[in-house]
């Protein structure tokens, strides 16, 4: 009688255990294919221009009537804008976002030491134009 201390006598003839499909990751079973997968930022073909168009529609949908020269008015201040930036990598590293596609650099004119700053707010309804990018003042001091 075997006792529980020995292992059974082990069987060269059985097949052995079918292996597990391959992960979703590598586990190292297989080589990595030769051209591996793209960086999602490394896209080899040109942009879809109506996939451009439509973010370029949204971008100016968020922004507003905001562009150089314009003062808005929120809860937050009275605000002029010096700056549009449309360009994303210079948008990102203004505002520190990845997602960031576009940034405003404005000045609170409320505050007579107030230093520019960089925002990506987008224009709600609880903003309000208080004068136009293109509007010029006269000599008399009134808006054109």
Same mark, same amino acid.
């Given at each position: 009688?075997?006792?529980?201390?020995? #292992?059974?006598? $082990? #069987?060269?003839?059985? *097949?052995?255990?079918?292996?597990?499909?391959?992960?979703?990751?590598?586990?190292?079973?297989? *080589? /990595?294919? /030769?051209?591996?997968?793209?960086?999602?930022?490394?896209?080899?073909?040109?942009?879809? *221009?109506?996939?451009? !168009?439509?973010? &370029?529609? @949204?971008?100016?949908?968020?922004?507003?009537?905001? !562009? $150089?020269?314009? =003062?808005?008015?929120? $809860?937050?201040?009275?605000?002029? @804008?010096? $700056?549009? %930036? &449309?360009?994303? !990598?210079? +948008?990102?590293?203004? #505002?520190?976002?990845?997602?960031?596609?576009?940034?405003?650099? %404005?000045?609170?004119?409320?505050?007579?030491?107030?230093?520019?700053?960089? =925002?990506?707010?987008?224009?709600?309804?609880?903003?309000?134009? @208080?004068? !136009?990018?293109? +509007?010029?003042?006269? @000599?008399?001091? /009134? =808006?054109?």
């Amino acid at each position: 009688m075997p006792s529980i201390m020995t #292992l059974p006598p $082990v #069987l060269d003839d059985r *097949p052995p255990l079918p292996m597990r499909p391959t992960p979703h990751e590598r586990d190292g079973r297989e *080589p /990595a294919p /030769a051209g591996g997968r793209p960086h999602p930022q490394q896209h080899a073909g040109q942009a879809d *221009p109506m996939m451009t !168009e439509a973010l &370029r529609r @949204v971008v100016d949908t968020q922004i507003g009537p905001r !562009e $150089v020269g314009a =003062i808005y008015m929120n $809860v937050g201040g009275v605000f002029e @804008v010096l $700056v549009v %930036v &449309r360009d994303p !990598e210079r +948008a990102r590293a203004l #505002l520190k976002r990845r997602s960031a596609q576009w940034a405003l650099i %404005v000045k609170d004119i409320t505050r007579h030491d107030g230093e520019p700053f960089a =925002i990506g707010s987008v224009w709600t309804t609880s903003d309000f134009l @208080v004068r !136009e990018a293109g +509007a010029r003042r006269t @000599v008399e001091g /009134a =808006i054109a």
